[in-house]
């Protein structure tokens, strides 16, 4: 479109955008800009997010527009209940337009795929300039992920973190790793010792304009999935702040060891629960990366547990990131093990004798979130091994944690999870027998089934459903180097045992039960 000249520059801001920072409001002044700000309801219900996450965005948002209106922007912010609120990102935007006549629109690129496409539209669609910025907020770009993996086969995590790395600085000396080793993975895979009693993180009251937002989620959004019984996030930058402080003051050392504990009843352990404000904008990955490298130079955190969370934040989410925008679209619909399943429905209620499930189930509903473990290796595990529908596992992943939006999401579930990749994210499946349960965490001693007992009755189910899983798909893992040898043991078992794993899953397979429609997307 031709494009004309009006007045100020509009600049929307999404809600996982909520940082000063925003390159959208870089060099930008106060009397030339329109900040708009919209709570729309195809954002709120494209999957059906719990309640905390929908509480969690919009009162941030409407935090930062205070925020941002105090320092003397103007903010045109949208609210889902506006009468004439047109339900989309596009369609507030075309609303904003006839508001304000801009001469321009600044906007930073979208997190996640499907809104990326919408604002491409949108030269097309509006009467004036419209800049996409990069987001910066990201250590690496988008095109030098891209730069990264073309020509590569496997994309593995490990090497893209030594270049984020060398490009950031962190943990180095000259151009070798502080301590002569890049990762220190092996060292944080200590198993609980009984209570782990480790430290409360602050937990926030919920303040006025929290208590509005979910009085309106519980009206609108009221079958949703989750609690909004005890709703303790962080919304505003200082709350943020005061979760970070908490962190490195008081779990920073023992992150790393109990990385991938997992205890009854502690549902935080020593995890930064920092994911919901960095990826919403409230805090700096960055920023987080250098103050536990300084805790560790100056001797307050050891190299484990610092070089794990630095691991976590410039080599996971970066990754994912890249990941996911390379992939795109065609990761959604990735399905390499034709996985078909319907997700049973003990995911949306917790109501399963698995004590090890229902127990990261009750924590995701009560606070929609549960840490990398129990997502990984409980939930995850399960869905993999039972070969739950790729589709129906991404959706719950990202309507349930309040950290989840698609571009991180997606990666973790379609191809750390479910493989569903074929082995681009992953050397090997991430498959496990009930043993892993038992030895990483306290869940079985109470559980009605024995991780001791392999098949029949009171056999923990995932012990039949590992052999299961590794006995349908033996064609493609045998040829895996990391995998292919289990298959030796599988024949050397003989073929009535073989009977006995297979029939004891199949059994088991046949007692779930599916998940209804309407769960995760409206019916
Ligand atoms: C199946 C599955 C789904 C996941 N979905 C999400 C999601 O939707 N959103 C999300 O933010 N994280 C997701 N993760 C990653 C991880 O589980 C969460 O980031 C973490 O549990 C958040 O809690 P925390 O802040 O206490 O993390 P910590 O354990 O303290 O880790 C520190 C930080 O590292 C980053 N991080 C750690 N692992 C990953 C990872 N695998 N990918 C990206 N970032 C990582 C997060 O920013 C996190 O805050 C998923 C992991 C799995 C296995
Ligand atoms: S016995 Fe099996 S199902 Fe029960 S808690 Fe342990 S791993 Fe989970």
């Known amino acids: 479109m031709a494009t004309q000249q009006f007045g100020a520059v509009l600049v929307p801001i999404l809600g996982d955008q909520l940082t000063r920072d925003l390159a959208s409001l870089r060099g930008r002044t106060k009397d030339d800009t329109v900040i708009l700000m919209m709570e729309v309801w195809d954002e709120a219900t494209y999957v059906k997010h719990h309640k905390q996450k929908i509480t969690l965005i919009f009162s941030a948002m409407r935090h930062f527009a205070a925020d941002l209106r105090d320092a003397g922007w103007q903010v045109d912010y949208v609210k889902l209940t506006d009468p004439d609120n047109a339900g989309s990102f596009t369609g507030e935007v075309a609303r904003a337009v006839e508001r304000h006549s801009p001469r321009a629109i600044h906007i ?5 795929w499907r809104v990326q496409q919408a604002i491409e539209e949108w030269p097309d669609k509006f009467d004036c300039e419209i800049e996409i910025l990069p987001d910066d907020r990201f250590i690496a770009s988008i095109t030098e992920f891209r730069d990264w993996a073309e020509g590569r086969e496997t994309f593995r995590m490990e090497f893209f ?11 180095m000396d000259g151009d070798k790793p502080v301590g002569d080793q890049w990762n220190l993975d092996k060292e944080n895979r200590k198993p609980p010792k009984g209570e782990m009693d480790a430290p409360q993180r602050p937990l926030f009251e919920p303040d006025a304009v929290t208590r509005e937002v979910i009085a309106l989620v519980e009206d609108k959004f009221s079958d949703h999935f989750g609690s909004l019984e005890h709703f ?3 919304v505003t930058r200082e709350e943020a702040e005061e979760t970070a402080e908490a962190f490195f003051a008081e779990r920073l050392t023992k992150f790393g060891d109990y990385q991938d504990a997992m205890v009854h009843g502690e549902d935080d352990l020593w995890h930064s629960m920092l994911s919901t404000s960095i990826n919403l904008g409230l805090l700096d990955p960055l920023n987080l990366c250098r103050r536990a490298e300084a805790a560790y130079e100056a001797g ?11 691991r976590q934040i410039i080599g996971w989410r970066e990754y994912v990131r890249g990941f996911y925008w390379y992939f795109m679209p065609g990761l959604e619909s990735d399905n390499a093990l034709n996985a078909r399943r319907a997700l049973p429905e003990f995911y949306w209620t917790g109501d399963t004798d698995m004590r090890c499930l229902s127990d990261s189930i009750r924590s995701t509903h009560n606070n929609a979130h549960a840490h990398h473990i129990q997502r990984l290796m409980v939930l995850g595990n399960f869905a993999l091994l039972a070969g739950c529908n790729t589709r129906d596992v991404q959706d719950w992943y990202l309507a349930v944690y309040a950290d989840a939006y698609e571009w991180v999401e997606l990666p973790n579930v379609a191809a750390m999870v479910l493989y569903a990749d074929g082995g681009k994210l992953a050397s090997k499946p991430y498959a496990a027998s009930g043993n892993y349960i038992n030895k990483m965490s306290n869940y079985c001693k109470e559980c009605r089934y024995s991780p001791a007992k392999k098949t029949g009755e009171g056999a923990c189910p995932f012990n ?3 052999w299961h899983f590794m006995d349908r798909h033996r064609e493609r893992l045998e040829q895996n180097h990391r995998i292919g040898r289990i298959y030796s043991t599988w024949d050397r078992m003989g073929e009535e045992k073989q009977r006995d794993y ?4 199949e059994a088991f397979l046949d007692t779930l039960v599916p998940a209804a429609k309407g769960w995760a997307r409206q019916g």
């Not at 930073?108 to 996640?112: F, I, S």
């Not at 973190?161 to 943990?171: Q, S």
């Not at 297979?502 to 899953?505: E, G, K, M, V």
Request: net charge negative; glycine share 8%.
């Open 108 to 112: 930073v690129e979208a997190g996640e």
């Open 161 to 171: 973190y030594r270049e984020m790395r060398r490009k950031t600085g962190l943990l």
């Open 232 to 234: 303790e996030w962080p």
């Open 300 to 310: 307050e955190a050891p190299l484990n547990s610092v070089e794990g969370f630095i």
């Open 464 to 466: 039949p459903l590992y």
């Open 502 to 505: 297979l029939d004891s899953a």
